[in-house]
């Protein structure tokens, strides 16, 4: 595998840490298109997808992330929470990667959780942060609800939240 | 033809026009379905591929647009009206899909839907490209594979297109044969319809047929009726024995009312005259000629020969008609009438009914009256002689009776019956006998007026009326004249027989005012002729009729005397010369309810001539005999029973089985029983009575003369008669006491003669003491008579008996012997 996950432990004990402090209730879920295979994710792969760390799937298919636009939920828990970062300097980070020759991370911007819902359903490898309220909407009934450390969404235990 | 002839194919045709129908129908309803088939397939097939090719094309235009920018945010609404064009696609493809098409639509329909999958997978991947912002690589995607399925897809359309158009044209060619077949089923079903009106036109017609048929048959059915009814009319006549002519104008009239202008005519043989009857109908010169047409009368019946045949079909070509005949018969065939039918030559068919049961009536009512005729003849007259029989000449006499009354002249009745007759009949056989009576009738109506009478009142009796006479004169002498002329010689069989005959005549007023009277007076008088002599008359005689009249009165009384129970038995004690009892001798009594007392001398002689002794003769032996045998059951000493019998009792050959029989029955002792006759009664017949007296002899039976001394007393017979004692008349005892009569010397030289004989002498009739002191002192053995004892009833004789001294016990009589063999 030419690209492998890389655990940083210092960065995920930190994101724990941040994660047991009192945070707005609303959990996130992680979604996928229905054909992506994989089903659970730990936090730690989570994390090193978005990012760039780790840029294929399983199945070799290409990482394509759906970020929501800078200031919204997902993303500022993406950016404060899970990446420990702002959205400028994760840009410049991705950015970076791409000039040290590393495989760009495809990083696509929508306006919506029903946006980035839709957005993975039509492209296949990609990977969206959306509330987890969004997901009863229509545009994300039909994507697949990845498990984070084998825990979905308002199971106890379940870190993006 | 019959109606159901003609109904009943066009009923098969409209049967299988249904049938056509149906299957017209059936594929109407084919060629519906197909049309809705058709119509989908046009409408909706042509939505779909115009849907799908737009679908298509805003597809792909869709993903072109979102080629156009980079904003993943902007490019999401062309991606999703990409996809609404493809979830629009696949709608249509489902409505083609649920059109069920056959393979013809379903393989284009399949394949356009796998290029079209192919193409949106390509699409997806361009799709997922350009949002990814892979704007080089899309289009790289696009134009190598894209571009390529699109094409497919676009190709499939086309072809399914074509596919739905090959469709719809085999479809349309489906709906036009199935609304060809729709249409001969159709055509089957006018047909159909067009046979049923037909059929029921027919059928309406056939029930008018048969409401015509009806119609008729009622008509024949009134006319049937009308005819029994006048045949019941006819019948009716017949049965009430209306006069002949108008039964047979009834029937010559029925031609006329069953066919106009039609007639008929009867000719019958009545009796011995022809009668013919014309029906009003025909034309008067018909009618004319057949009045005077003559048949010739065969031993009186109708005879129809072919120039009578001939003459009638004349009679009915000059008229213009035409004629039938028919001969009338009787029940044994025998001809006895004509009946020509005239009309038209087109006589109705049913009219052949009307001629058989003319035929028949007209036989009929000719029979019916010639027997009515024949049983009314029948009735009043004697088949042997063809003369009135007693009631007509009853009838007769009472008018002749009547217009003497009123015409102040006289009616003379002659009863007049044939001498020795029944010797005729027993000689010669009764069909001489017959033949004779013939003879005698023949002969009576020869001797007499026109307007006389003469009838066969009985075996050989004839009695004449003869009317209007001026005196009784006359009767004398056409009763002379009858006798007369009766006394020629008849040749019968070829015997010649001599006959005559006895009358006697009674004269109306003088002698009678009522046919019965007359009548019974003219018998009695023949009768008495008979007496007097035969081969004569006599005319009635008032006193001479009382005597006949009581003399027949007696006769009619007597011969139920016996079955009245008015006889009886009294018994007169025979008294010998001690005064002692010797016998009892039985008289007879006849007691009439309507006579009265009637004495033996009176009744006997009567009975003798009518036969009647026999019976009379049997009741008093066995009345006697019971009466005995009774005495000698109670104990009494019962002396010798004497019984007087008649000359023709000992002529009767079964006289002394009788007496055996009855003595047999009785149980009473022959020797105790004694038989007096006559010597007159047995004069006639002396050998017999002789013969008769031995065999009751043989029984030990008692003999004596009665009577003895008188009539044909003799002598020689005295010695002849195998007899046990005289009884001397009472003529001789009454004259004993007469000093200068001889009546003494006859008696005793009777005692002495009967007493050389050893024959017991009994004297009748002792009146008085010095009649019986006379007899006795001149040797009398046995006495009787009102001085001595009147004649006992059974109880007083009993009486008597028991108060006689007790004799010394004689010897037991001896068992009956059987009686002789004649």
């Known amino acids: ?161 | 033809m019959k109606h159901w002839m003609k109904v009943v194919p066009l009923s098969l045709l409209a049967g299988a026009g249904i049938a056509g129908s149906v299957f017209g129908v059936v594929q109407l309803r084919r060629a519906v379905v197909r049309s809705q088939d058709l119509y989908r397939l046009d409408t909706i097939g042509s939505q779909v591929e115009g849907d799908l090719e737009f679908q298509l094309q805003e597809s792909r235009r869709a993903y072109l647009y979102a080629l156009a920018t980079d904003d993943p945010n902007q490019q999401l609404p062309f991606v999703d009206a990409a996809r609404e064009a493809d979830r629009a696609a696949r709608g249509t493809i489902q409505r083609l899909r649920a059109l069920q098409a056959d393979e013809s639509i379903t393989r284009p329909i399949r394949e356009f839907e796998a290029s079209w999958q192919g193409y949106i997978q390509t699409r997806g991947a361009v799709i997922a490209s350009i949002l990814v912002g892979d704007a080089k690589r899309a289009i790289e995607l696009d134009q190598r594979e894209g571009n390529r399925a699109f094409a497919a897809a676009l190709q499939n359309l086309h072809a399914l297109k074509h596919a739905l158009e090959e469709h719809a044209r085999a479809q349309s060619a489906q709906v036009d044969g199935t609304l060809r077949k729709c249409i001969m089923g159709l055509t089957f079903f006018v047909a159909a319809t067009y046979l049923i009106v037909l059929a029921l036109v027919q059928l309406n017609r056939s029930r008018a047929g048969v409401v015509r048929a009806l119609a008729s048959s009622n008509e024949r059915l009134e006319h049937a009726q009308d005819l029994d009814q006048r045949r019941l009319t006819i019948l009716g006549m017949v049965v009430a024995h209306a006069p002949l002519a108008e039964t047979l104008t009834a029937i010559a009239e029925l031609p006329n009312w069953c066919t106009p202008g039609a007639g008929a005519a009867v000719w019958s043989n009545g009796g011995d005259k022809l009668l013919y009857q014309v029906s009003s109908g025909l034309p008067q010169q018909l009618t004319d000629e057949v009045r005077s047409q003559c048949f010739e009368l065969d031993q009186g019946r109708l005879h129809l020969d072919s120039t009578a045949r001939r003459s009638i079909e004349s009679m009915a070509s000059r008229s213009g008609l035409k004629e039938r005949i028919f001969p009338l018969h009787n029940v044994a065939g025998d001809a006895i009438g004509l009946l020509v039918i005239f009309g038209p030559l087109n006589i109705e068919p049913r009219s052949e009914g009307v001629c058989t049961q003319m035929t028949q009536l007209a036989s009929v009512a000719i029979e019916s009256t010639l027997l009515y005729d024949r049983l009314a003849f029948q009735a009043q007259h004697d088949v042997l002689t063809g003369l009135p029989n007693r009631l007509l000449f009853q009838d007769r006499l009472q008018q002749a009776i009547l217009r003497a009354q009123r015409n102040d002249t006289k009616v003379a009745v002659m009863w007049f019956d044939l001498d020795r007759f029944k010797q005729v009949n027993d000689t010669l056989g009764h069909r001489t006998g017959d033949e004779l009576l013939g003879e005698f009738a023949r002969r009576l109506k020869r001797s007499l007026r026109e307007s006389d009478t003469a009838a066969r009142v009985g075996g050989d009796e004839f009695v004449v009326m003869a009317g209007d006479l001026e005196s009784s004169a006359d009767a004398r002498t056409i009763a002379a004249k009858i006798i007369k002329n009766l006394r020629v010689p008849i040749n019968v069989d070829g015997y010649e027989v001599t006959t005559s005959a006895s009358a006697g005549v009674s004269v109306f007023p003088e002698h009678g005012s009522d046919p019965a009277g007359l009548m019974r007076n003219a018998d009695l008088a023949m009768y008495q002729a008979k007496r007097v002599g035969r081969d004569t008359y006599l005319v009635f005689d008032q006193e001479l009729g009382d005597s006949l009249s009581r003399r027949l009165e007696i006769e009619q009384e007597l011969r139920h005397a016996i079955d009245n129970e008015e006889l009886s038995l009294m018994f007169q004690p025979l008294i010998g010369r001690r005064d002692e009892l010797e016998g009892f001798e039985a008289l007879l009594r006849w007691n009439n309810r309507k006579l009265g007392k009637i004495s033996p001398a009176e009744f006997i002689p009567i009975a003798e001539e009518a036969g009647l002794i026999l019976r009379i003769g049997e009741w008093v032996t066995r009345t006697a005999c019971r009466t005995g045998a009774a005495w000698m059951k109670a104990g009494l000493e019962v002396p010798r029973l004497a019984i007087n019998a008649s000359g023709l009792q000992f002529a009767d050959p079964g006289f002394a089985d009788m007496v055996h029989s009855v003595l047999n029955e009785s149980g009473f002792p022959a020797q105790k029983l004694e038989i007096e006759v006559t010597e007159t009664e047995l004069v006639g017949n002396l050998e017999c009575a002789i013969e008769q007296i031995g065999r009751l002899r043989a029984m030990g039976i008692l003999f004596a003369i009665d009577d003895f001394g008188t009539g044909y007393s003799s002598l020689n017979q005295l010695r002849t008669l195998p007899v046990d004692c005289v009884k001397v008349d009472r003529s001789f005892v009454k004259d004993l006491e007469r000093i200068s009569g001889d009546s003494a010397t006859l008696v005793r030289g009777i005692i002495g003669l009967a007493h050389n004989l050893r024959l017991t002498v009994v004297a009748e009739g002792v009146e008085t003491e010095r009649q019986l002191a006379i007899l006795r002192s001149l040797g009398c053995d046995v006495s009787q008579g009102f001085y001595l004892h009147r004649p006992l009833l059974p109880k007083a004789a009993e009486d008597l008996m028991r108060a006689q001294k007790p004799r010394a016990a004689g010897p037991t009589p001896e068992p009956l012997p059987e009686p002789a063999l004649a």
Not at chain 1, 18 to 31: E, M
Not at chain 1, 103 to 125: H, M, Q, T, W, Y
């Open chain 1, 1 to 161: 595998m030419k690209t492998t996950i890389h655990l940083h432990c210092g960065v995920f004990v930190s994101l724990l840490c941040s994660a047991a402090s009192p945070t707005p209730a609303q959990p996130f879920a992680v979604v996928v298109d229905p054909s992506n295979p994989t089903v659970n994710l730990s936090s730690v792969d989570l994390r090193a997808m978005f990012t760039g760390s780790v840029t294929h799937w399983p199945n070799q298919s290409r990482i394509v992330l759906a970020h929501r636009e800078n200031g919204s939920r997902p993303n500022r828990f993406l950016m404060d929470r899970l990446l420990k970062t702002s959205w400028p300097d994760y840009k410049r980070r991705l950015e970076n990667l791409e000039f040290m020759g590393q495989e760009p991370v495809i990083v696509r911007v929508l306006a919506s959780d029903a946006a980035a819902c839709k957005f993975v359903f039509n492209v296949p490898g990609a990977l969206a942060l959306i509330e987890s309220g969004s997901i009863a909407e229509p545009e994300c009934r039909e994507l697949r609800l990845l498990r984070i450390d084998g825990l979905a969404p308002g199971q106890e235990g379940y870190r993006l939240k």
